[in-house]
């Protein structure tokens, strides 16, 4: 089961995103399930539906939405015994530490008899709020950037050409390894592209060593 996990700080435009992602996946005629913090945040016609102690809707096509019940390592075995999605879209909250999810979500499978594959951490900016993410909660944009394979400057629809610059240069600074591009939601600009990498790349297994390298850097870069 592939998990790709679609992070980005709260308002960053997940949700939409997702939808979109899943809308396009959907059509290449994969078997995708979500999972949200919330199933009540997905706001579309949808059916409830119950299996395995699991809390979903069950949106277009045969998709299903489910919330975390329990752990989230438990959620994924329980969809992969009742469901067996071919891929799960993961919304974390927007606190969420994407290397945490990685972990988290290999755990699911000694809990189920299946590998989990990663797709590539794609973190979402919001280029409309730079200059508030940078004040307000840095540290917390700065670990979800590093953490990403791939930096999607989001909303470039109606942020300004300074503040989409502005963001390229700081996820270049934070995650130089990260390869950045553009999305839109409203044009659906970069929807098919991010469905691309989720399709064909994988990203690394979790692995301690580069986690606590990775905050040793950060940390005493600020100091
Ligand atoms: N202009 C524009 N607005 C967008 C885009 N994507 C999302 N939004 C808007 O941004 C707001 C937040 O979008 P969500 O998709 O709910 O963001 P989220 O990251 O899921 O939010 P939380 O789950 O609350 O953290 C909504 O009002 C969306 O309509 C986009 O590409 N362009
Ligand atoms: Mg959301």
């Not at 979109?20 to 949808?46: C, F, S």
């Not at 927007?94 to 999810?101: D, H, K, N, S, T």
């Not at 399709?199 to 600020?222: C, F, G, H, I, W």
Request: some cysteine; proline content about 3%; aromatic content about 4%.
């Amino acid at each position: 089961m592939k998990v790709s996990q679609i992070a980005g700080f709260l308002g960053s435009g997940k949700t939409t995103a997702v939808m979109k992602i899943v809308d396009e996946l959907m059509k290449r005629g994969h078997k995708i399930a979500i999972v949200v913090n919330d199933v009540g945040e997905i706001n579309v016609d949808a059916k409830f539906i119950e299996s395995h102690g699991l809390k979903a809707k069950e949106i277009a096509g045969g998709c299903i939405c489910c919330q975390i019940a329990g752990t989230f390592s438990e959620t994924l075995a329980k969809l992969h015994d009742s469901f067996n999605p071919e891929i799960v879209i993961v919304e974390p909250s927007g606190v969420a530490i994407p290397w945490g999810l990685k972990r988290a979500a290999e755990y699911s499978e000694a809990k189920a008899d299946m590998v989990i594959e990663h797709a590539p951490v794609i973190t979402l900016v919001d280029a409309t709020r730079i200059d508030l993410l940078v004040k307000a909660v840095k540290r917390l944009v700065e670990t979800q950037i590093r953490e990403a394979d791939v930096c999607f400057v989001n909303k470039v629809d109606t942020a300004s050409a300074t503040d989409i610059a502005k963001t390229e240069k700081l996820i270049k600074d934070m995650n130089p390894r990260a390869e950045i591009s553009h999305m839109s939601s409203e044009t659906g600009l970069g929807i098919k592209y991010a469905c691309d990498l989720i399709e064909t790349r994988v990203s690394p297994r979790y692995d301690e060593a580069v986690e606590e390298e990775m905050l040793r850097k950060q940390y005493n870069k600020e100091g």
